[in-house]
């Protein structure tokens, strides 16, 4: 059975870091193209950051400042988030596109002073 976990979702002062962490279970997140999105309150959940094979891409929003890797022997995959905004304030979603999709169920980042 297909199921992501993420997790590392927290409170933060700008200009602060996280480590987002997502879990992968039934599959091996290396042979997919792994990606991050996030999502604000009434507005569509939009593309950070994927990896795929040794490629990433990010979203303009996110680079420089967010980086995307892979654990293969763990089976997980992170987002470090650096220099933190209040706009990067939204729900973080991992995202296996595998078959149809499959997402996690989200975690929270919250930056504020």
């Known amino acids: 059975q297909v199921q992501l976990v993420e997790s590392g979702g927290g409170v933060v002062q700008p200009g602060g870091s996280l480590r987002l962490s997502c879990a992968a279970f039934?599959?091996?997140?290396?042979?997919?193209?792994m990606r991050w999105y996030r999502q604000i309150p009434e507005k569509e959940r939009e593309w950070v950051a994927t990896?795929?094979?040794?490629?990433?891409g990010y979203a303009d929003s996110a680079k420089g400042r967010f980086t995307i890797s892979r654990d293969n022997f763990k089976n997980m995959v992170y987002l470090q988030m650096d220099n933190l905004k209040p706009e990067d304030t939204a729900i973080y979603y991992c995202?296996?596109?595998?078959?149809?999709?499959?997402w996690g169920p989200g975690t929270r980042v919250t930056v504020s002073s």
């Open positions: 995202y296996a596109a595998k078959g149809g999709g499959y």
């Open positions: 039934g599959f091996t997140v290396k042979t997919y193209a």
């Open positions: 990896i795929q094979s040794e490629s990433t």
